[in-house]
C-alpha cells in the first residue's frame, strides 16, 4: 500500500492505494471524481484523460504514485454543468457530444494542447486529437468546437 497526496483540481487529497493503482481508479473510486471515464483501460481510447502538470494523461495505466505532489485537473475543473467552462461551452454550442462517453478526454486533450498552441492550424486540431477515439464519428463538430474557442 501507499499513502499518496494528490492535488486534483486545486484541492488537496490524500488516498491510500495499492502500489499499482490506476490514477482513474484513485480519482473515481476514491475521490468520487467521475469525469474520466473508464474506456478500454489499456491506454488506447483516450476515454479517461486527465491534465498532470499542464500534461494530457491516461489515467487508466499511470499509477497514483506517479503523480505524488503533482497537480492533476479534470473535467470537473473547467467548470461545471450549471457553469461550462469556455472550452466546455464550446463543445455545447457546436454539438459535439452523441453518446458523450469520448468527450470528457476529449476536451481534457484539448485543453492541454490549447494551453500550449493559441493558434493551431485545423490540422494541428486533428492531429491532436487523433489519439482520442469516438465511436459515433463526431470528430468534425469536435474539432468546429474546438476552433469555436480559439475563434
Ligand atoms: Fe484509458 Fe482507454 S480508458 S485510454
Redesign the pocket.
Known sequence: MAIVNLNVNGKSHRVEVEDDTPL?YALRDHLEVNGP?????????????VVVDGQAV????TPTTVVQGKGVTTLEGLGSSKKPGKLQQAFIDEQAVQCGYCIN?MIMTASAFLANNKNPTDAQITEALAGNLCRCGTHQRIVAAVKRYIA
Open positions: 482513474l471515464k473508464f474506456g478500454c483501460g489499456l491506454g488506447q481510447c483516450g476515454a479517461c484523460t491516461r489515467s487508466c495505466v478526454g
